[in-house]
């Protein structure tokens, strides 16, 4: 289906906070996330990793305290920046992703790809070497089975 | 997660470009830092170094930081390939002059924090002149230049300040007054350039002091507070502008 391939306009700024190492800003539709990245820094002893960074990711919801769906977002976070950082070059460090939610179009796959692209543009202002790159897509399979990239809440319903 | 999608080209073609992490930099065949031949007649390919931002691999170069491919050919020492990026935290490097702040002193070494991971440590036999009997006088909070003497990603960082002859070269404590900030190395390396405009400019304007630290840290002292916040000011803001509009600032400022 043609009018399912195209993604909606997206937007992003990066080094727009003054105090991290590394900030992003990812707009997508009514979804936008605020990244912030400190490090390679200070570790406390029980968080030290002896061969490589330690990455820890936190996520906070536009209103409320972090939820369970917020503590899951952040593991697959965790685990993705952890697939393509090389924490060997730090070792005995530690690396801090904050991301704060801006504005919530209130869907879950939107929000997750949002916050991925953020933390990636969040990595590369902060300088943090790399293997490569990762971004996110939400996608839906439409009635007629085929795949409608970045859905909007109406398609999604 | 999983692998990527990346471009894959001849590490002659980009340099100048902006390249991403993950993009792999094909070496032409035989140029390979392995391949050293040695004696008179034959032509010596030299060895190839690989700069900050990129790391060897079995097909070539894997870029690892996002920014501008540089290349330098030098003579007989091959070329080196690396990677212009930006950022603002610092990462310790051997051979490297930072300023460092003073945090403790634990027995015979000062603990000095020089906006790394890690606190330098600094021995109080590394000044000049300093001997058991003839101990510096360095307090909590003073500012130091010196340079690393070791630094990798294994070990703490290690800093005097005496280079290998035993001299200071400029280095040791740095003097009351004047004024620490902080701005980002890409700024730092612009201003340590030779013949840098910047500075020519600024020292036009008003006399004054100035110590740079690869750590992102510049000291400013000039003869009264005012010239020195307004020097403070014109180098912060000079990241982000253009010559022409730092002339205009300066001819401004010059003019009152």
Same mark, same amino acid.
């Given at each position: 289906?043609?009018?399912?391939?195209?993604?909606?306009?997206?937007?992003?700024?990066?080094?727009?906070?003054?105090?991290?190492?590394?900030?992003?800003?990812?707009?997508?539709?009514?979804?936008?996330?605020?990244?912030?990245?400190?490090?390679?820094?200070?570790?406390?002893?029980?968080?030290?990793?002896?061969?490589?960074?330690?990455?820890?990711?936190?996520?906070?919801?536009?209103?409320?305290?972090?939820?369970?769906?917020?503590?899951?977002?952040?593991?697959?976070?965790?685990?993705?920046?952890?697939?393509?950082?090389?924490?060997?070059?730090?070792?005995?460090?530690?690396?801090?992703?904050?991301?704060?939610?801006?504005?919530?179009?209130?869907?879950?796959?939107?929000?997750?790809?949002?916050?991925?692209?953020?933390?990636?543009?969040?990595?590369?202002?902060?300088?943090?070497?790399?293997?490569?790159?990762?971004?996110?897509?939400?996608?839906?399979?439409?009635?007629?089975?085929?795949?409608?990239?970045?859905?909007?809440?109406?398609?999604?319903? | 997660? %999983? /692998? *990527?999608?990346? $471009?894959?080209?001849?590490?002659?073609?980009?340099? +100048?470009?902006?390249?991403? =992490?993950?993009? &792999? !930099?094909?070496?032409?065949?035989?140029?390979?830092?392995?391949?050293?031949?040695? %004696? /008179? *007649?034959?032509? $010596?390919?030299?060895?190839?170094?690989?700069?900050? +931002?990129?790391?060897?691999? =079995?097909?070539? &170069? !894997?870029?690892?930081?996002?920014?501008?491919?540089?290349?330098?050919?030098?003579?007989?020492? *091959?070329?080196?390939?690396?990677?212009?990026?930006?950022?603002?935290?610092?990462?310790?490097?051997?051979?490297?002059?930072?300023?460092?702040?003073?945090?403790?002193?634990?027995?015979?070494?000062?603990?000095?924090?020089? *906006?790394?991971?890690?606190?330098?440590?600094?021995?109080?036999?590394?000044?000049?002149?300093?001997?058991?009997?003839?101990?510096?006088?360095?307090?909590?909070?003073?500012?130091?230049?010196?340079?690393?003497?070791?630094?990798?990603?294994?070990?703490?960082?290690?800093?005097?300040?005496?280079?290998?002859?035993?001299?200071?070269?400029?280095?040791?404590?740095?003097?009351?007054?004047?004024?620490?900030?902080?701005?980002?190395?890409?700024?730092?390396?612009?201003?340590?350039?030779?013949?840098?405009?910047?500075?020519?400019?600024?020292?036009?304007?008003?006399?004054?002091?100035?110590?740079?630290?690869?750590?992102?840290?510049?000291?400013?002292?000039?003869?009264?507070?005012?010239?020195?916040?307004?020097?403070?000011?014109?180098?912060?803001?000079?990241?982000?502008?253009?010559?022409?509009?730092?002339?205009?600032?300066?001819?401004?400022?010059?003019?009152?």
């Amino acid at each position: 289906e043609a009018e399912g391939c195209c993604l909606r306009p997206f937007s992003c700024e990066q080094g727009l906070l003054s105090r991290p190492d590394g900030s992003a800003a990812f707009v997508q539709g009514d979804t936008s996330v605020l990244a912030g990245l400190y490090g390679p820094a200070e570790v406390r002893g029980s968080r030290e990793l002896p061969d490589r960074a330690a990455l820890e990711v936190l996520l906070r919801p536009k209103v409320g305290l972090p939820g369970v769906g917020d503590r899951s977002r952040e593991q697959l976070l965790r685990q993705t920046c952890d697939a393509v950082l090389l924490g060997g070059l730090h070792p005995r460090t530690g690396i801090t992703l904050v991301l704060q939610v801006l504005s919530d179009a209130g869907s879950a796959p939107q929000l997750l790809s949002c916050c991925l692209n953020a933390a990636c543009l969040g990595l590369l202002d902060a300088g943090l070497p790399l293997c490569s790159l990762f971004c996110g897509v939400s996608c839906a399979l439409g009635p007629q089975g085929g795949i409608i990239l970045d859905p909007t809440s109406r398609q999604e319903q | 997660g %999983g /692998g *990527g999608w990346s $471009v894959s080209a001849l590490a002659e073609s980009c340099v +100048g470009q902006a390249v991403l =992490p993950g993009d &792999l !930099l094909l070496l032409p065949a035989g140029e390979d830092s392995e391949q050293l031949r040695l %004696g /008179g *007649g034959a032509a $010596v390919r030299g060895r190839l170094l690989c700069g900050p +931002g990129l790391r060897r691999c =079995p097909a070539g &170069l !894997l870029v690892t930081k996002c920014g501008l491919l540089r290349h330098r050919a030098a003579g007989s020492a *091959g070329g080196a390939y690396w990677v212009d990026s930006q950022q603002r935290r610092y990462v310790p490097v051997k051979g490297d002059h930072v300023i460092g702040i003073v945090t403790a002193k634990a027995g015979d070494v000062f603990r000095v924090d020089v *906006g790394g991971s890690e606190q330098a440590a600094l021995s109080y036999l590394a000044f000049e002149g300093a001997t058991k009997r003839n101990r510096p006088n360095v307090q909590v909070g003073d500012l130091i230049y010196g340079q690393f003497l070791v630094a990798n990603k294994d070990m703490e960082p290690e800093m005097v300040c005496i280079d290998s002859s035993g001299r200071s070269s400029g280095m040791g404590i740095i003097g009351q007054d004047g004024f620490l900030f902080k701005v980002s190395l890409g700024l730092i390396r612009k201003l340590l350039a030779p013949k840098c405009e910047i500075i020519q400019e600024l020292s036009q304007l008003y006399p004054f002091e100035l110590v740079l630290g690869m750590n992102g840290r510049i000291w400013v002292k000039a003869k009264t507070v005012q010239q020195t916040l307004i020097i403070v000011n014109i180098l912060e803001a000079c990241e982000y502008m253009t010559p022409e509009q730092r002339k205009q600032a300066l001819a401004k400022l010059s003019g009152n």
